[in-house]
């Protein structure tokens, strides 16, 4: 082996150790007893607190060149009474609508997909979007909407556009893994 092929193996190797050397494919498990769900997430993943959200959690950086710590994050909202009457998939389809417009407000953001769809056996909406961050990076978001409880609940995942893919496949093992349960009184 040459040295050009050498240093090219170290250089994948490199790259492709972190995701499963650093806990990648190594799972814990967040237990939300007062708002009644729970989820997987990946060990080295840090959870943080963010204001409006029950959950959030952030990546590590992928790389030296990431600038960005992509984040998922769950919340759940107390219906209006004026949509208690509402059909559940009606109530998910305005939420999502209603955050659509506001995206399409913001300069060089655009909507990529809508979506309705099930999820945990309920009728849900699924937002794909690109827009700018406070920081002026270009993300991609999704968002799904869903009804339980009588609360709107929003699971959002956000990433730099060029790493959305690179972390989506943790992403859906994460919201496979959200169980819902009674919540205490």
């Known amino acids: 082996m040459n040295k050009t092929h050498l240093l090219l193996t170290i250089l994948v190797i490199g790259y492709i150790l972190p995701t499963s050397i650093y806990g990648q494919d190594k799972f814990e498990t967040y237990i939300d007893q007062k ?3 729970s989820i997987n ?3 080295n993943w840090q959870i943080i607190h963010v204001h ?9 950086l992928i790389n ?3 600038k960005f710590e992509d984040i998922v994050q769950i ?8 949509e208690h009457n509402m059909q559940e998939a009606e109530i998910a389809n ?4 209603k955050k659509l417009s506001s995206i399409e407000k913001i300069p060089g953001s655009k909507a990529i997909s809508t979506e309705k769809v099930m999820f945990k056996d309920r009728p849900a909406v699924k937002i794909i979007y690109i827009t700018k961050n406070k920081a002026g990076h270009q993300v ?3 968002e799904l909407y869903m009804v339980h409880q009588r609360k709107i609940w929003t699971f959002s995942y956000t990433a730099l556009v060029e790493d959305y893919d690179h972390w989506l496949p943790y992403v ?3 919201w496979e893994s959200f169980k819902l349960s009674a919540t205490k009184k």
Do not use: I
């Open 75 to 82: 919340a759940a909202h107390s219906l209006h009474h004026s």
């Open 172 to 174: 859906n093992k994460m």
């Open 94 to 97: 305005v939420y999502a609508q």
């Open 140 to 142: 991609k978001c999704s």
């Open 41 to 43: 997430y990946p060990a």
């Open 35 to 37: 708002h009644g769900f």
């Open 64 to 66: 030296v060149k990431d």
């Open 52 to 60: 409006n959200y029950l959950w959030s959690a952030r990546s590590e």
